[in-house]
């Protein structure tokens, strides 16, 4: 009896050590973390953007910032680790890292860097022409945001033609729909499609492409001089040879009739 007694008073004394054991881990590793400092997974984690291993710097940037809130690395480290994402191609965790650096560290140097990073992650988003265009509006969004708030910034030619290539995106994007009607006979709907596209775009190629159609439609309905007009237009302005040269067919076939 006094065996068996024995033998369960030891298994309770494992037990509670084994339990006591398993709570002193997380403070050992605490303790642990705090004995590295924020020095040693700062440092880490740039290494490991230097050898492009951005899951790991990922992993090192987070512990800076989740853990040592205080220190001076932070904001630096909340860069980092939105660039990490952004090389990763995670471009929605990358927005929210750059706008987590701008929210709670609006003094840092990496600001205006971190204003055009997203836009470029909205950009590096966009889809075809043939698909919705959100991420295409937002880019131009920030884009312009970004402009306007840094002048004088290196990045703004940069910004300027992201917003040059959005804009020719939105544009095709407009050029197709309208296309589309035409394609379908829907003259009415095709033409209001086109000349919304040479009213909003007409910084873009598919300005031309829209006045080229635009005549088209105006010569099917027997408006010979308006045809002239818009393809006369294309012929003088446009830089696209293949366009210049199409509606330089069309004129030339119209004016016999016009001479008539």
């Known amino acids: ?20 054991f398993g709570l002193l881990l997380p403070g050992c590793a605490a303790k642990q973390e705090r004995l590295r400092g924020v020095e040693y997974y700062y440092q880490e984690g740039m290494k490991a953007l230097d050898r492009k291993r951005d899951l790991e710097a990922v992993e090192m940037f987070q512990r800076v910032v989740s853990n040592f809130p205080g220190s001076a690395l932070v904001a630096d480290a909340q860069f980092h ?23 709670s560290h609006p003094n840092s140097n990496y600001i205006e860097r971190a204003q055009f990073q997203i836009g470029e992650s909205h ?21 312009r945001y970004f402009i306007e708030d840094n002048p004088q910034s290196p990045f703004i030619e940069k ?28 003259l009415e709907a095709a033409t209001i499609g086109y000349e919304d596209l040479v009213r909003s775009f007409p910084d873009t190629r598919w300005y031309h492409w829209g006045k080229a159609q635009l005549g088209k439609i105006a010569y099917n309905k027997g408006d010979l001089e308006l045809a002239h007009a818009n393809w006369q237009e294309v012929e003088s302005d446009s830089e696209d040879e293949k366009l210049q040269n199409k509606v330089g067919k069309w004129l030339r076939e119209i004016q016999p009739a016009e001479a008539e």
Not at 1 to 20: D, V
Not at 81 to 93: H, I, K, Q, S, T
Not at 126 to 140: C, F, G, I, N, V
Not at 166 to 178: D, E, F, I, T, V
Request: charged content about 25%; some cysteine.
């Open 81 to 103: 680790l939105a660039e990490a994402y952004f090389r990763m191609e995670d471009f929605v965790n990358a927005i929210a890292e750059y706008q987590r650096l701008i929210d």
């Open 123 to 143: 950009f590096k988003q966009m889809r075809s022409p043939e698909h919705d265009q959100k991420e295409t509006y937002d880019a131009l969004t920030y884009f």
């Open 1 to 20: 009896m006094t065996s068996r007694f024995n033998i369960i008073f030891l298994l309770l004394i494992i037990g509670c050590t084994y339990a006591l």
């Open 159 to 186: 910004a300027q033609n992201r917003i040059i290539s959005c804009r020719s995106r939105l544009a095709r994007k407009q050029y197709l729909a309208a296309q589309q009607y035409h394609d379908q006979g829907y």
